[in-house]
C-alpha cells in the first residue's frame, strides 16, 4: 500500500466475514464437562485473507505440472462454511479446556482443512482469563500433510466480555515451516 510500512512478508489483513451460530448445553456453566457445536458460514472477499484450505495439486493450474505435494495449501474460495464439535473440561472453579475440531469446506472453489485446537485457560478475575492455545491445521479432511506442510501455531491469550461483544487477543508464534512465524490475533464476536 502506498504510504504506508510493513516488515516485509507482513501485513495486517482482514480474514472477511463469518456468520457464526452456537449451539452449547444450555446448564455447561454448572458443569465440568460439556459440548457444544459450532456452525460458520464464511464470506472472504477480494484481497482478503483467504482461509487456510488445502485443495489437490492437479486442481491448481499454475502447479498441477510441477512436482511436489500431493495437496497444497492454495485453495481460495469465496465462499467457505466451517463445522466445528466443541468438547469443554473444567477443573475447580478457575481453569478450562476447551478442544474443538475444525472442519472447513470451500463450497464455490475446491479446498479443505481440518484445524483442531485446543484452548486451556485460567479465569483470573470475573471477567477476564488469560492462558494458551494451540491451532493446527493439518490438512484436507481425511489426509494428514507431511509436518513441514502442517500449520502449528502457539498463542498466549487473555478473553473478556465487554459490552455485549466477546474479545479474544493473542500473541504467538509459528511452530514449523508453514507457519506464518510470529502472529498477532484479535476477535470480536457479537451474539445476535
Request: aromatic share 12%; glycine share 12%.
Amino acid at each position: 500500500m502506498p504510504g504506508s510500512a510493513t516488515l516485509p512478508g507482513y501485513g495486517l489483513q482482514t480474514g472477511g466475514v463469518t456468520f457464526r451460530q452456537t449451539f452449547m448445553q444450555p446448564d455447561r456453566e454448572e458443569r465440568n464437562l460439556f459440548f457444544g457445536l459450532v456452525v460458520r458460514g464464511i464470506y472472504v472477499p477480494p484481497s482478503a485473507l483467504i482461509p487456510d484450505l488445502f485443495a489437490p495439486r492437479s486442481s491448481v493450474p499454475i502447479l498441477a505440472s510441477l512436482p511436489g505435494p500431493r495437496f497444497v495449501n492454495e485453495a481460495s474460495p469465496r465462499f467457505a462454511g466451517m463445522f466445528t464439535p466443541i468438547v469443554g473440561v473444567r477443573f475447580g472453579e478457575d481453569y478450562e479446556a476447551i478442544f474443538n475440531a475444525n472442519m472447513t469446506v470451500g463450497f464455490d472453489r475446491p479446498g479443505s482443512a481440518f484445524e483442531p485446537s485446543l484452548r486451556v485457560v485460567k479465569q483470573v478475575t470475573d471477567k477476564w482469563k488469560i492462558g494458551f492455545e494451540h491451532f493446527a491445521n493439518l490438512g484436507p479432511i481425511g489426509h494428514i500433510v507431511p509436518w513441514k506442510q502442517q500449520s502449528q501455531l502457539l498463542y498466549a491469550v487473555a478473553n473478556t466480555k465487554f459490552k455485549g461483544l466477546e474479545l479474544s487477543l493473542g500473541a504467538g508464534y509459528g511452530l514449523t515451516e508453514a507457519s506464518r512465524g510470529p502472529a498477532l490475533k484479535v476477535s470480536i464476536g457479537h451474539d445476535f
